[in-house]
Antibody, heavy 118, light 107 residues
Framework: QVQLVQSGAEVRKPGASVIVSCKAS????????LHWVRQAPGQGLEWMGW????????HLAQRFQGRVTMTWGTSITTAYMHLSDLRSDDTAMYYC???????????WGQGALVTVSS | DVQMTQSPSTLSASVGDRVTITCRAS??????LAWYQQKPGKGPKLLIY???SLESGVPSRFSGSASGTEFSLTISSLQPDDFATYYC?????????FGQGTRLGIK
């Protein structure tokens, strides 16, 4: 069955960067877009962007352009989301999700909590 | 970006009630809308896509509809497992956006 397994919780200081990974299994990774969505504590869902593992194309929400990089590993079954210049309001649960193209999400990872605190 | 305005933000209801949650788009998005359910400490679960298509395995008491830029998620007879937060999400625009969520609690 489809599984998306994310890396563990991270704590960073303001100004630092973090990488969250998402290992996919149970399907052909290159056939589906991989999206990243975050959720601040007690808040709603915020879409960050997607990567197309087949073409290497990425598309980011405007507010994350310049601070977020989405890539995939050489094994082509693990995706990475790199967020730089962290601020306290980046504290959130970060989810990867398998997209039905660039549209909606059938499957989600378990989430990775990133805490930014001095 | 397409803005999604969801209402109400909170809703209290009883088991067996029929409830409707509404999402309004800031522009025409056709039927490019999905609904998700999220429970505390869990990731979201897809319920509805293409405004009214039921995801496989989702109970038939959930339904979606569309009228212009207004979309609705209806639960025909609330069950104890349905108390959760619900989100709409548009995918008409290249940049995806969610509604702010509706927390459905027990009356």
């Amino acid at each position: 069955q489809v599984q998306l397994v994310q890396s563990g919780a991270e704590v960073r200081k303001p100004g630092a960067s973090v990488i969250v990974s998402c290992k996919a299994s149970g399907y052909t990774f290159s056939d589906y877009y991989l999206h990243w969505v975050r959720q601040a504590p007690g808040q709603g869902l915020e879409w960050m962007g997607w990567i197309n593992p087949h073409s290497t194309e990425t598309h980011l929400a405007q507010r994350f352009q310049g601070r977020v990089t989405m890539t995939w590993g050489t094994s082509i079954t693990t995706a990475y989301m790199h967020l730089s210049d962290l601020r306290s309001d980046d504290t959130a649960m970060y989810y990867c999700a398998r997209g039905e193209g660039a549209e909606y999400f059938h499957h989600w990872g378990q989430g990775a909590l990133v805490t930014v605190s001095s | 970006d397409v803005q999604m305005t969801q209402s109400p933000s909170t809703l209290s209801a009883s088991v067996g009630d029929r409830v409707t949650i509404t999402c309004r788009a800031s522009q025409s998005i056709g039927t490019s809308l999905a609904w998700y359910q999220q429970k505390p400490g869990k990731g979201p679960k897809l319920l509805i896509y293409k405004a009214s298509s039921l995801e496989s395995g989702v109970p038939s008491r959930f339904s979606g509809s569309a009228s212009g830029t207004e979309f609705s998620l209806t639960i025909s007879s609330l069950q104890p497992d349905d108390f959760a937060t619900y989100y709409c999400q548009q995918y008409f625009s290249y940049s995806l956006t969610f509604g702010q969520g509706t927390r459905l609690g027990i009356k």
